[in-house]
């Protein structure tokens, strides 16, 4: 019998808050990874709401009842990041389109750095395919209920900021 290696995958964003579509990204990489590492991004080109802090903690918090998966954070090249933890994918959600554009680019420029990672995408449930982090602040900014489209961390953290 041959001592199988267990398959690694990154899951990289900034998760500004952590969504359910988030969250569906992860329940469908668990089914084809042994173990998943949500890496949030410290030094992302993005204006961020919460800090690498609060967005690290919003993430345990929503995954922690989640077997092979933990949260960390990174702040070099995706690709060297993924393949200095041993990652055999990186995990890419794509929601329309418009996506695939800046993603593919993403992936091809990935694997020049690291050949051996692979990445791979995946459509959140069809029920999250319009739900983006952007979406979620602007209806918690402008008082709307976002209860049913984040976990209760990221719902409490939204009210924190906005009141």
Known sequence: MTDKKKK?????????????????????????????IVA??????????FSV??????????????????VETFDNLLAEYAHGQGASAIIRGLRAISDF?????????NRRIAREVETVFLMPALSWVYLSSTIVKDVARNG??????????AQVMLKKKFG
């Open 8 to 36: 690694l995958a990154l899951y990289p964003g900034t998760f500004d808050p952590i969504t359910n579509g988030h969250i569906s990204l992860v329940e469908r990489a668990l089914g084809l990874f042994d173990e998943l």
């Open 101 to 109: 554009e800046f993603e593919f680019q993403m992936a091809l420029m």
């Open 53 to 70: 802090d609060e967005r690290l903690e919003m993430a345990r918090i929503s995954l922690g009842g989640m077997e092979h998966v933990r």
């Open 144 to 153: 709307g209920d976002v209860s049913d489209l984040v976990p209760e961390a």
């Open 40 to 49: 949030v991004a410290r030094n992302s080109t993005k204006k961020t709401l």
